[in-house]
């Protein structure tokens, strides 16, 4: 496609529910990047993938949280037990290399209840 | 460490009016700068990129000050259009993580 995919758009999960979060990058771009984005707030780092390889989950905030790129192009972040604090909107976002802009998908919204 | 730093506003301006927002970053080992805009519940859009000899594109100018560790956008003759919030990415050579983006600035444009 022209641009980075996310699905689902919206998500609405009871607390203790396992999610799975799917990003579709840019064809060809070789960096991904995952960001959590509370009401309100800025986007906050979570992780950061050179084609297959994740380089950086330093952002990830608890081990529920899991994210993969397995041949170097989709990604899933996948949450699980699902809490009230996770309800974000998760962006995905690919670089052709990381060291160039980045262009976002369009989020997935995240309700817990 | 890795950070960029940027005013959260709001900033409340008129319309017509010329507003500038700065950008701080900490670390020197960085290669590009770029500006994204956010609309609400909107995904960052990139505005412009920030160039060593100054960048402007219609309204808008952007600026790199690597002595101060600094870079800034400068907004003339504001639309009401132009409200959202104005996102600073800084791209750093070293570390696990290339792009580190600030918090935001909003800006709200009046009638």
């Known amino acids: 496609g022209a641009g980075v995919s996310q699905s689902p758009r919206y998500k609405v999960a009871k607390r203790g529910q396992d999610v799975a979060l799917r990003c579709d990058p840019i064809?060809?771009?070789?960096?991904l990047f995952w960001y959590q984005q509370a009401l309100g707030q800025g986007p906050e780092f979570l992780t950061y993938f050179q084609n297959e390889a994740q380089l950086d989950k330093s952002g990830l905030p608890s081990d529920r949280f899991f994210a993969e790129r397995p041949e170097g192009s989709v990604s899933t972040l996948k949450i699980q037990r699902t809490q009230q604090e996770d309800s974000a909107v998760y962006l995905c976002?690919?670089?052709?290399?990381?060291?160039?802009?980045?262009?976002f998908g369009q989020g997935t919204r995240l309700t817990v209840v | 460490r890795k950070e960029v730093e940027q005013d959260p506003g709001p900033f409340n301006v008129p319309e017509g009016a010329t507003v500038a927002f700065n950008c701080t970053y900490s670390?020197?080992?960085?290669?590009?700068f770029f500006w994204y805009r956010q609309d609400c519940r909107k995904e960052p859009k990139l505005l412009m990129s920030v160039y060593s000899s100054g960048n402007e594109d219609g309204r808008f100018t952007a600026q790199l000050n690597r002595a101060s560790q600094y870079i800034s956008l400068l907004i003339r003759d504001s639309k009401l259009s132009d409200s959202a919030t104005y996102l600073c990415?800084?791209?750093?050579?070293?570390?696990?993580?290339?792009?580190?983006f600030g918090k935001g600035t909003r800006l709200s444009v009046i009638a």
């Open positions: 064809s060809g771009h070789v960096s």
């Open positions: 670390n020197s080992a960085s290669q590009s």
């Open positions: 976002a690919s670089s052709l290399t990381g060291l160039t802009e980045a262009f």
């Open positions: 990415v800084v791209v750093f050579f070293s570390g696990n993580t290339p792009l580190v």
